[in-house]
């Protein structure tokens, strides 16, 4: 073999293995297990949910998709078994994003500082608020409508922070119901056993088109909140981070965001607001 091929060949083969010794964390363990672990809610549509044929669906595991497509091509793997996780309550969602349980959670946390002190987060993805669900049969149509009654909440979340300052701040006589799933607030509110059912609007509008009767609910016009969510990752690992942001990024300069959004939201006659439509924009990254 003439020795300028043989050198070339060397410095090929030892730049193939300096570029795997380069990943780190969970492209690293994804490079070299084939696996890559999304963590999601099996009952929070439209973001995270079971469909009709027991598959995870929705808007936030269609943008993990995009974020799994991104981590194949990064790690070089021409194969990629995407493995889902159930995962409920919101501690549980985080310790297995700081435990390595997943490499990615896909569902509607909101970005909180205390929740950066043990997790990371993507760009962010979504951004609604808290807001109350009722019946027609007794409706609540504004926030302030929720003196004297009696709402659940799911515990832990940060829609139930927000409510409890809420009712401290306006100095209300609410009756905070605990519970544990969206299911079983809507078992609540249509069992008559509450008044109201309290989560983020974009929750609430999942819930609504979930049910066989859509025409029975009611959602308070107004919101109690800012609930801006974003994907969460294993806390200090800049270059999964990297790649899950650059595929965000590129998601969003495009026209494939707004017809993700209409297939979750606009066909259920929530229209894209300015707020939302501004978070895509600004968040469209260039290289």
């Known amino acids: 073999m003439p020795r300028l091929l043989t050198i070339c060949l060397i410095t090929i083969g030892l730049s193939s293995i300096a570029d795997a010794q380069e990943l ?128 659940a909440v799911i515990k832990g979340t940060t829609t139930h922070a927000a409510l409890r300052e809420f009712i401290s701040s306006n100095e209300f006589k609410i009756t905070l119901r605990m519970i544990a799933t969206h299911d079983e607030g809507m078992e609540l509110l249509d069992a008559g056993k509450v008044d109201g059912y309290a989560s983020d609007r974009a929750m609430l509008v999942g819930q609504v088109f979930r049910s066989a009767d859509r025409s029975k609910y009611a959602i308070t016009r107004d919101v109690f909140s800012f609930e801006p969510y974003a994907l969460m990752l294993h806390r200090g690992d800049t270059d999964f981070r990297l790649v899950a942001d650059r595929a965000l990024a590129n998601l969003y300069g495009n026209a494939r965001i707004r017809r993700l959004y209409h297939d979750w939201f606009g066909r259920y006659g929530e229209p894209m607001t300015p707020i939302l439509e501004a978070m895509f924009e600004f968040q469209a990254v260039g290289e």
């Open 24 to 151: 780190t964390g969970t492209l690293k363990r994804v490079a070299d297990t084939g696996e890559f672990r999304i963590g999601y809610v099996p009952d929070a549509p439209p973001m995270s949910f079971l469909d009709t044929n027991g598959k995870p669906a929705g808007y936030s595991i269609a943008l993990c998709r995009f974020v799994a497509n991104a981590v194949k091509a990064a790690t070089g793997r021409e194969e990629l078994e995407i493995i889902y996780v159930p995962l409920i309550a919101p501690e549980e969602r985080l310790a297995a994003v700081e435990d390595g349980t997943v490499d990615i959670e896909c569902a509607s946390t909101t970005v909180t500082l205390s929740r950066r002190e043990r997790v990371d987060f993507t760009l962010m993805t979504f951004i609604t608020g808290g807001a109350v669900l009722s019946t027609n049969e007794k409706p609540i149509n504004a926030v302030v409508e929720t003196a004297g009654k009696t709402v």
